[in-house]
């Protein structure tokens, strides 16, 4: 009678959940410096996976599998095939970025498993266990009985192990990219994009992201229960989320891990899990500063339409390039120049021609003429997000900018989430969100048939960065967050804090086109920023882009010459970069050294607080003598009142044992360069 109780109750477990000690550990692996473990279980023939870092639950036991539209869903009888462990610890170089080498050292373990009992459909799970955190992608082997795979969502979970504060978006939101980040208990988010940063009660920091999006639709994340989190992929309009033909893999489900937020922004992780260069020889992608025709728009002055206030006319274009040629930018870009502009593109784009000018715009005359200056015009494709209506030009558009020597294109994807249009897989067209995997699939796009003509491409109103830089390099940066025109514009501006968030939160994932650097301190019908213009100068180190625009009227360079200075000075290429300290929204400090130069630039943000920073000088080179120019606010200096203008420049000789006190006003910042000694 014993025996049978016993058994009633164990068939019990099984039908109502197993109990903890009935999990199988099937395969685990550790991190080169044996700091963090990954174990993969079996739950009741569920698969689920736990992190641990130094023998501390990270991420508790969470689910891993799919749910499919044609087919029974992945989600359980499995059993373990073979499991594999190898070893990478390699360094390879980037051909531009935050740091010239980086190193790419890794474990990887390989779980295969198997349902029997469902045609034995099998599945790969790979996981990468870094130093600093895991990424773990899904695997599908060619398989006669899983020819075509319909995925209507992932089972993937995050289950983080502690109570946690999050820096958050929300996806699927009508601005895109462009929320405001916001803070919160990890119980209280809602569906977040990623990245999506933690910090957990003990201070550890980790961050969610994925890497190599390609054909395949942006993951989200949905807070389920508690502090558990599951993948939501982006939604196509007409059917599965994801349809794939064959054998294929996943992006790359990221979780990077570090002691506090300065570490996180230090990782590699993301780009060390893009495939190398596919573009061969790319010494044609060329790092620079710019200005612009567009910041007058953006304060009404100028129109992107035909008509009297039109900014890109010729005789403005030519003034652009002349202080461009006097100041040292490589590149002016121009928008508003081609015709369609006067239709309600942010709600089609339908109108807008890539090959024809206004009439006041001459293309192959202001091309010409900024060659014989040593600038070159920066291009600029609306599209309205018509996807359909951009790829049928997209050829054409491009041979005529290569054609008048334009190598780099700004597009621009202006829309309400949910609306970009594309052609569905029934040859109608669809509307959708521009991160679903039709969407994926048109970026890609537009970076691969750029780079035939040798051109590269800065992307706003982007899908997110996952780090595919590193496979195409001609993806230089992006925008993919608010950025400065919102302080002319938006209600409300970006906030006092939003640089001192952007570093530990958007740009986890890679370069931001920030548009940095304007120094009137003020928007459309007299909007003030919520900064000082010292914090405008370090912007340029702290918000990395490989092409950076120096956002401002040239007029009002010329009235701020100690600060234009350093916009002229500083570099748009590094051969290191060094994250200094920095908590999320309240300050960063960054230091990054000159490709080509011996010089470092360092750049620090604070959110409304006034902070006195210890900097110790460890990064510079022992030994040696720098003379440190310093751009600082002032006393007085305040982002709430006219004292914002209030900058100090001076210069002093420091050593790589020296300490120096940054003293940071409300909404500041402090900028310097150091150079050797002779």
Same mark, same amino acid.
């Given at each position: 009678?014993?025996?049978?109780?016993?058994?009633?109750?164990?068939?019990?477990?099984?039908?109502?959940?197993?109990?903890?000690?009935?999990?199988?550990?099937?395969?685990?692996?550790?991190?080169?410096?044996?700091?963090?473990?990954?174990?993969? @279980? +079996?739950?009741?023939?569920?698969?689920?996976?736990?992190?641990?870092?130094?023998?501390?639950?990270?991420?508790?036991?969470?689910?891993?599998?799919?749910?499919?539209?044609?087919?029974?869903?992945?989600?359980?009888?499995?059993?373990?095939?073979?499991?594999?462990?190898?070893?990478?610890?390699?360094?390879?170089? @980037?051909?531009?970025?935050?740091?010239?080498?980086?190193?790419?050292?890794?474990?990887?373990?390989?779980?295969?498993?198997? @349902?029997?009992?469902?045609?034995?459909?099998?599945?790969?799970?790979?996981?990468?266990?870094?130093?600093?955190?895991?990424?773990?992608?899904y695997?599908?082997?060619?398989?006669?009985?899983?020819?075509?795979?319909?995925?209507?969502?992932?089972?993937?979970?995050?289950?983080?192990?502690?109570?946690?504060?999050?820096?958050?978006?929300?996806?699927?939101?009508?601005?895109?990219?462009?929320? @405001?980040?916001?803070?919160?208990?990890?119980?209280?988010?809602?569906?977040?994009?990623?990245?999506?940063?933690?910090?957990?009660?003990?201070?550890?920091?980790?961050?969610?992201?994925?890497?190599?999006?390609?054909?395949?639709?942006?993951?989200?994340?949905?807070?389920?229960?508690?502090?558990?989190l599951?993948?939501?992929?982006a939604? !196509?309009?007409?059917?599965?989320?994801?349809?794939?033909?064959?054998?294929?893999?996943?992006?790359?489900?990221?979780v990077?891990?570090?002691?506090?937020?300065?570490?996180?922004?230090?990782?590699?992780?993301?780009?060390?899990?893009?495939?190398?260069?596919?573009?061969?020889?790319?010494?044609?992608?060329?790092?620079?500063?710019?200005v612009?025709?567009?910041?007058?728009?953006?304060?009404?002055?100028?129109?992107?339409?035909?008509?009297?206030?039109?900014?890109?006319?010729?005789?403005?274009?030519?003034?652009?390039?002349?202080?461009?040629?006097?100041?040292?930018?490589?590149?002016?870009?121009?928008?508003?120049?081609?015709?369609?502009?006067?239709?309600?593109?942010?709600?089609?784009?339908?109108?807008?021609?890539?090959?024809?000018?206004?009439?006041?715009?001459?293309l192959p005359?202001?091309?010409?003429?900024?060659? !014989?200056?040593?600038?070159?015009?920066?291009?600029?494709?609306?599209?309205?997000?018509?996807?359909?209506?951009?790829?049928?030009?997209?050829?054409?558009?491009?041979?005529?900018?290569?054609?008048?020597?334009?190598?780099?294109?700004?597009?621009?994807?202006?829309?309400?989430?949910?609306?970009?249009?594309?052609?569905?897989?029934d040859?109608?067209?669809?509307?959708?969100?521009?991160?679903?995997?039709?969407?994926?699939?048109?970026?890609?796009?537009?970076?691969?048939?750029?780079?035939?003509?040798?051109?590269?491409?800065?992307?706003?109103?982007?899908?997110?960065?996952?780090?595919?830089?590193?496979?195409?390099?001609?993806?230089?940066?992006?925008?993919?967050?608010?950025?400065?025109?919102?302080?002319?514009?938006?209600?409300?501006?970006?906030?006092?804090?939003?640089?001192?968030?952007?570093?530990?939160?958007?740009?986890?994932?890679?370069?931001?086109?920030?548009?940095?650097?304007?120094?009137?301190?003020?928007?459309?019908?007299?909007?003030?920023?919520?900064?000082?213009?010292?914090?405008?100068?370090?912007?340029?180190?702290?918000?990395?882009?490989?092409?950076?625009?120096?956002?401002?009227?040239?007029?009002?360079?010329?009235?701020?010459?100690?600060?234009?200075?350093?916009?002229?000075?500083?570099?748009?290429?590094?051969?290191?970069?060094?994250? +200094?300290?920095?908590?999320?929204?309240?300050?960063?400090?960054?230091?990054?050294?000159?490709?080509g130069?011996?010089?470092?630039?360092?750049?620090?943000?604070?959110?409304?607080?006034?902070?006195t920073?210890?900097?110790?000088?460890?990064?510079l080179?022992q030994?040696?003598?720098?003379?440190?120019?310093?751009?600082?606010?002032g006393?007085?200096a305040?982002?709430?009142?006219?004292?914002?203008?209030?900058?100090?420049?001076?210069?002093?000789?420091?050593?790589?044992?020296?300490? +120096?006190?940054?003293?940071?006003?409300p909404?500041?910042?402090?900028?310097?360069?150091? !150079?050797?000694?002779?």
């Amino acid at each position: 009678m014993h025996l049978r109780r016993i058994a009633a109750v164990l068939a019990a477990s099984f039908t109502l959940g197993l109990p903890a000690w009935a999990q199988e550990l099937i395969a685990s692996a550790t991190s080169p410096d044996q700091q963090i473990g990954v174990e993969v @279980q +079996l739950d009741g023939g569920k698969l689920a996976y736990t992190v641990k870092r130094r023998g501390k639950e990270v991420i508790g036991l969470s689910r891993l599998g799919f749910n499919l539209a044609n087919a029974q869903k992945l989600d359980g009888g499995f059993s373990l095939r073979e499991q594999k462990i190898s070893e990478h610890d390699g360094t390879w170089e @980037q051909p531009w970025g935050e740091r010239q080498f980086v190193r790419n050292r890794y474990r990887e373990l390989r779980v295969a498993v198997e @349902q029997k009992n469902k045609g034995n459909r099998r599945l790969d799970i790979v996981f990468r266990i870094y130093d600093d955190g895991i990424g773990f992608r899904y695997e599908f082997p060619a398989q006669p009985q899983l020819r075509d795979v319909e995925i209507l969502d992932e089972l993937t979970e995050f289950t983080v192990a502690q109570p946690a504060t999050a820096w958050w978006i929300p996806a699927g939101e009508l601005p895109g990219l462009e929320e @405001q980040v916001r803070k919160a208990p990890l119980k209280e988010i809602g569906i977040a994009n990623t990245p999506l940063t933690l910090r957990l009660d003990d201070g550890t920091h980790i961050a969610f992201h994925e890497a190599a999006l390609v054909d395949y639709a942006s993951m989200w994340l949905r807070k389920v229960d508690g502090q558990k989190l599951r993948a939501m992929l982006a939604p !196509s309009s007409y059917g599965p989320a994801v349809v794939k033909h064959g054998a294929f893999t996943t992006p790359w489900r990221t979780v990077q891990i570090a002691d506090n937020a300065a570490g996180l922004a230090m990782s590699d992780l993301i780009l060390n899990l893009n495939e190398p260069n596919k573009l061969g020889d790319v010494s044609w992608v060329k790092p620079s500063k710019f200005v612009g025709v567009w910041w007058e728009m953006h304060l009404q002055s100028g129109t992107w339409n035909a008509g009297p206030k039109h900014a890109a006319n010729t005789a403005n274009t030519k003034r652009y390039i002349d202080f461009a040629a006097k100041n040292g930018f490589r590149g002016v870009l121009v928008e508003g120049w081609n015709q369609g502009w006067e239709s309600d593109w942010g709600h089609g784009g339908a109108d807008f021609s890539f090959t024809k000018s206004y009439p006041d715009f001459d293309l192959p005359r202001l091309a010409a003429y900024a060659k !014989s200056k040593g600038v070159r015009l920066i291009g600029h494709h609306e599209t309205g997000a018509n996807v359909p209506a951009y790829e049928k030009q997209m050829d054409a558009a491009y041979k005529l900018y290569a054609m008048h020597g334009v190598d780099s294109v700004k597009s621009g994807y202006v829309h309400e989430a949910g609306s970009a249009l594309f052609t569905g897989r029934d040859g109608k067209p669809r509307f959708g969100h521009y991160d679903s995997q039709d969407g994926v699939r048109h970026f890609l796009k537009a970076v691969t048939e750029a780079a035939k003509y040798r051109i590269a491409i800065d992307t706003h109103e982007p899908i997110k960065d996952t780090g595919l830089r590193r496979t195409y390099p001609n993806w230089m940066t992006r925008e993919g967050a608010r950025g400065v025109e919102y302080n002319a514009w938006g209600n409300p501006p970006n906030s006092v804090d939003h640089e001192a968030k952007l570093v530990f939160t958007r740009m986890l994932s890679g370069p931001m086109d920030y548009t940095p650097g304007v120094l009137s301190l003020v928007g459309a019908d007299g909007k003030v920023f919520n900064s000082t213009q010292a914090k405008q100068l370090a912007n340029f180190v702290v918000i990395y882009s490989p092409l950076v625009m120096a956002a401002d009227l040239p007029e009002n360079y010329e009235k701020y010459p100690a600060a234009f200075k350093f916009i002229r000075d500083v570099p748009a290429d590094w051969a290191d970069t060094r994250v +200094l300290n920095g908590e999320v929204g309240e300050f960063a400090t960054i230091a990054r050294k000159a490709r080509g130069s011996q010089d470092w630039y360092l750049g620090a943000v604070t959110d409304g607080q006034a902070r006195t920073l210890a900097l110790p000088l460890g990064f510079l080179e022992q030994g040696k003598r720098y003379t440190a120019e310093i751009y600082r606010d002032g006393d007085a200096a305040d982002y709430r009142t006219e004292r914002r203008f209030d900058l100090v420049t001076e210069t002093r000789t420091v050593t790589a044992g020296d300490t +120096l006190q940054l003293k940071l006003a409300p909404g500041g910042g402090q900028a310097i360069r150091f !150079s050797p000694q002779p």
